[in-house]
């Protein structure tokens, strides 16, 4: 089993549509974990951490579901903005690293 | 405030030649890890580096792959003798003297390797 697994998508959405991403773990003792945004192979950039009570910031949300070693992304209203590859991320066993996704791909229409 | 700076950004070699990639961590961090991320695959943990100090390499190919991070200068990601399967983009992050983790990795724009 992948440490990290992703649906590869690709998304095809219409501007103003809601999409939503899921991401499962193998590792039950990963403890941080993490959304990123990588632009045509460039350097991934953070989107947001995501926290077990779940949190939001402007029209995305995650949530965490440590039980079932879920992690998802939701995004409200996408911008054109928004076509990008999302990673789901989590820390390696030893705390010091990070685990990357392999990534879903998102693309949005006009 | 410079952010990560790797160079160069694109690399050419011939198979059996040497990479060299280097790192030039945010100010102020002293702390480097690199990552690896093959055509049509997720970053892969390489390497993490303190100044003078290799903490974790569990990701390093056992062969022709070295990395240093010396008290003065750039961090160096080496592969020796490349091969065609070597071709990838090259990402290093840097974190705080006082606060290293997954949580505040920087990343640098990364080196894209091509191995002809």
């Known amino acids: 089993r992948k440490e990290v697994e992703q649906d590869p998508g690709p998304f095809n959405v219409p501007e103003g549509a809601t999409v939503a991403f899921n991401c499962t773990y193998s590792?039950?003792?990963?403890?941080?974990f993490f959304w990123y945004r990588q632009d045509c192979r460039k350097e991934p950039k953070l989107l947001m951490s995501v926290y077990s009570s779940g949190n939001e910031d402007g029209r995305f949300t995650a949530q965490l579901n440590r039980a079932s070693q879920y992690i998802s992304l939701l995004i409200r209203d996408s911008k054109l903005s928004d076509s990008a590859t999302y990673l789901c991320v989590v820390n390696n066993q030893a705390g010091t690293a990070l685990i990357f996704g392999k990534g879903t791909t998102l693309s949005v229409s006009s | 405030n410079a952010g990560v700076m790797q160079n160069p950004r694109h690399l050419v070699r011939r198979r059996g030649q040497e990479a060299r990639l280097r790192c030039s961590p945010m100010k102020g961090h002293s702390h480097v890890y690199w990552y690896r991320q093959l055509p049509e695959e997720g970053l892969k943990f390489m390497v993490y580096?303190?100044?003078?100090?290799?903490?974790?390499e569990s990701g390093m190919p056992k062969e022709r792959f070295s990395a240093e991070f010396p008290k003065e200068g750039p961090s160096i990601l080496r592969i020796q003798q490349v091969v065609r399967g070597d071709s990838a983009a090259y990402f290093c992050?840097?974190?705080?003297?006082?606060?290293?983790?997954?949580?505040?990795?920087?990343f640098g724009p990364g080196t894209r390797l091509t191995v002809l």
């Open positions: 580096l303190q100044k003078e100090n290799i903490i974790d």
């Open positions: 992050a840097s974190s705080p003297l006082n606060n290293p983790g997954p949580d505040t990795q920087y």
């Open positions: 590792n039950s003792a990963s403890q941080s």
